[in-house]
């Protein structure tokens, strides 16, 4: 039985509420597998706008097999090109982020403009055609300060995202913003490990201190499990959209995408170890209202995040292989927000910093255990796993939809 095959059998046979077969966590073929037909073939979080501001800035990304550059354009667009450069194939762009106008391949100097156009190559045949070699192009679209990639020559409809996604969020102005630090831990885990656990937090109150004293552990918060009965979440959805702030739960009709406001503990504004703000300087005017809580963004399989008042905590994860997954954590503040005066770095990343090494020692021990003979799928908690029961669900439906296709196209690799 080929590996395809295999995988839908376990697929259609899986027990519903339980976690995956053994294989999905540790096999290299089905993580192969997992790249051709969802990472290769749906919208990628890979950045912010900011990180791009300037014409010629750029920033580097690695999904899979595919090396990409984002780049903003002379005209203040933004586009995304496979970083591979058209002589023989070497990255045009080797660092994780820079500026350069033009794009300058360091092997043969092969030259490329902002647009992705070929503009020098010396020393050619007199008949080459300098248009027939610019760099290859990748959808890429910027949807209200984050920049999505999509590695797929047909790539999906992104409007729908868009218009869910922008009213939440363009009242914080994150296009304007500026990442105040960025930190990547690579997790011994496979992808789907790492989001199991971020889908839950069953686990928060024995391994998760510092997160504990301003996030709730309830499982209404993240608006699967009967967050619309839950008076606490409707109080705050109705004062938070009286302020102007759009916040009741919403999710796509394929279960990929989310966005839902939530209160913070007591009277927590900020991911913080007394609840009080981190940032002096508010990330934007027109989400000034006192106590908005978290703005929660979910989008499979690359990003979770949280916007606050004084400052937004975004998320990506990216494979590395059936076993490892970086994870890239990003904070936001104000543009003209001054570290030293307006905020203390240490105080502002720390409540993530911590939580995030303690789900990586979490995702690792999980990993390990699973790679035992001796594991079986487990229930999962219908009281407090439900975003975890609503992953697995998406993951499955997907991977079986496509696994199931016909002749379906592969992405060829590129030279």
Not at 232 to 238: D, F, G, I, K
């Amino acid at each position: 039985m080929d590996v395809r095959s295999e995988m839908l059998r376990l697929i259609r046979s899986r027990r519903e509420g339980f976690s995956l077969e053994q294989p999905f966590y540790i096999d290299p073929d089905f993580y192969r597998l997992d790249l051709e037909l969802i990472w290769y073939r749906d919208w990628l979080f890979v950045g912010h706008d900011c990180e791009v501001a300037r014409p010629g800035s750029f920033l580097t990304v690695q999904v899979g097999d595919y090396p990409v550059v984002v780049v903003r354009g002379r005209d203040g667009l933004i586009r995304a090109f496979h970083n591979s450069c058209r002589h023989r194939g070497s990255r045009v762009c080797t660092a994780d982020r820079g500026t350069s106008a033009p794009l300058v391949c360091p092997y043969h100097q092969w030259t490329y403009d902002l647009d992705g156009s070929l503009v020098f190559a010396r020393q050619m045949a007199e008949d080459f055609r300098k248009e027939d070699f610019g760099l290859k192009p990748v959808a890429c679209e910027s949807v209200a300060g984050y920049v999505f990639i999509c590695l797929s020559p047909q790539p999906a409809d992104i409007a729908p995202f868009r218009a869910m996604m922008e009213p939440y969020f363009a009242p914080h102005r994150l296009a304007e913003a500026k990442v105040a630090h960025e930190a990547t831990i690579v997790e011994k885990g496979n992808w789907k490990l790492v989001w199991e656990n971020n889908r839950e937090c069953y686990h928060c109150a024995g391994n998760h201190p510092e997160l504990c004293k301003t996030f709730p552990e309830a499982p209404t918060i993240t608006g699967v499990n009967g967050a619309e009965s839950d008076p606490e979440m409707l109080a705050h959805w109705a004062r938070c959209e009286a302020a102007g702030l759009p916040s009741r739960f919403r999710i796509d009709e394929a279960g990929q995408y989310r966005a839902t406001r939530a209160p913070l503990l007591r009277d927590a504004v900020s991911y913080t170890m007394t609840g009080r703000p981190a940032v002096r300087r508010r990330l934007s005017d027109a989400a000034s209202a006192d106590r908005i809580g978290t703005l929660m963004l979910y989008h499979y399989p690359t990003t979770w995040n949280h916007v606050l008042g004084d400052h937004a905590v975004t998320f990506r994860v990216l494979p590395l292989s059936a076993t490892e997954t970086a994870v890239t954590t990003k904070w936001l503040v104000h543009k003209d927000a001054v570290e030293g005066v307006d905020y203390d770095l240490g105080e502002l990343i720390h409540v993530w910093a911590e939580t995030n090494d303690e789900d990586r020692r979490i995702v690792e021990e999980n990993a390990f255990g699973i790679r035992s003979p001796a594991y079986e799928p487990g229930p999962y908690s219908q009281i407090h796993e439900g975003g975890v029961v609503q992953f697995v669900e998406w993951y499955a439906r997907f991977i079986e939809l496509r696994l199931a296709e016909d002749g379906s196209p592969r992405l060829r690799s590129v030279a």
